[in-house]
């Protein structure tokens, strides 16, 4: 069954302090996975997009690594603001029957 | 600026209503989708269309309908049948069909509640 499973389902950290969040999905065949960010009542907004050949990618201090072995993910960000308070959702393609799988996404805080 | 517009961003239905929930946009993109998004869940799809005059049921389209008559335009009407409506709506768009290849353009989103 094509899943995209998410992980902390919530987290709190302080500003200023590093996080890293995770994203495991069992989606074949594998097309591409986007990493997107949606603030309390607003539409998600793309933060950064990995294909299979792709292991890393940046977008200002957000990282996403991507280990297609093991189907994993992750989303690291550096030096946490309190405008990075919002729901961070992982979203695997999959090639053929044009399929795009959710996951339920990471509500992350940052305190003051 | 180029973008997609949700209306209204908030909307009360009574029981036994039809609403319908309006989405357009400015970005020229061929495909328009309909998810839903409930707490501690991945968005779900309801309708797509790809091409104007067309549209496919997604993996949630009971109690749901869709109309494309324009490019610009693809609007959700939540019928009487659909019996918990009560969610979040996002409408997105992207360059072409195949749900979102290319990555979607997303919507503010309209909150749907029963009272």
């Known amino acids: 069954k094509n899943q995209v499973e998410q992980s902390p389902q919530s987290l709190i950290i302080l500003e200023g302090k590093n996080c890293t969040l995770q994203?495991?999905?069992?989606?074949?065949?594998?097309?591409?996975l986007r990493w997107y960010k949606q603030d309390t009542g607003r539409g998600p907004v793309s933060l950064t997009i990995m294909t299979f050949s792709e292991n890393t990618k940046s977008n200002g201090r957000y990282t996403a690594t991507l280990d297609a072995d093991t189907k994993q993910s992750s989303l690291h960000i550096t030096a946490s603001q309190l405008s990075d308070s919002a729901s961070y959702i992982c979203v695997v393609r999959r090639t053929g029957g044009f399929k795009t799988i959710f996951g339920a996404g990471t509500r992350l805080f940052v305190k003051a | 600026d180029g973008g997609i517009t949700q209306s209204p961003k908030y909307l009360f239905r009574k029981e036994g209503q039809n609403v319908t929930l309006s989405c357009e946009q400015n970005l020229n993109h061929d495909a328009m989708y309909w998810y839903r998004q409930d707490p501690g869940q991945g968005l779900r799809l309801i309708y797509y269309s790809q091409i104007v005059n067309d549209f496919q049921k997604g993996d949630i389209a009971e109690g749901y309908s869709v109309s494309r008559e324009k490019k610009e335009s693809f609007p959700l009407t939540v019928t009487s049948a659909q019996k918990n409506p009560t969610a979040f709506y996002l409408c997105a768009s992207s360059i072409e069909g195949g749900q979102g290849a290319y990555g979607y353009t997303f919507g503010s989103g309209t909150r749907l509640t029963v009272v």
């Open positions: 994203c495991n999905y069992t989606v074949s065949p594998f097309s591409n």
